[in-house]
């Protein structure tokens, strides 16, 4: 999204939901399926309220695209911590994978809308 991406959709997708992600992105408005969020067999928690100080630190520098490697070395941490914070956040969060937890920040953040598939 940040290079300018309008809509985000898996290879694997229907074609309903291909045809639908066109004439979204079409009038101008972005898209992005719910499954490139959340894991489909965890309920989708929008808050981050319980996450740690630490954990939303993180979540900030992966919103940012930093590599674990980056992270760490912004925080003082190794890279192996790092992963331990985001197994901590993709549990309490039910988002699925980095790119998922950039996307929900940019949601969360006004900056990205999509409808719900």
Request: one cysteine or more; glycine letters at 12%; aromatic letters at 4%.
């Amino acid at each position: 999204m940040q290079a300018g991406a309008q809509g985000v959709i898996r290879k694997t997708a229907d074609a309903s939901s291909v045809l639908a992600c066109l004439r979204t992105v079409a009038v101008g408005t972005t898209w992005m399926e719910d499954c490139l969020l959340s894991n489909g067999d965890k309920p989708f928690r929008n808050s981050r309220s319980s996450l740690t100080p630490r954990e939303q630190q993180v979540v900030e520098l992966v919103e940012q695209g930093l590599k674990n490697k980056d992270i760490g070395a912004s925080m003082g941490i190794r890279p192996g911590t790092v992963k331990i914070h985001l197994k901590h956040i993709f549990e309490k969060t039910g988002i699925h994978g980095r790119y998922g937890l950039a996307l929900s920040g940019l949601r969360e953040k006004g900056l990205l809308s999509y409808p719900t598939v």
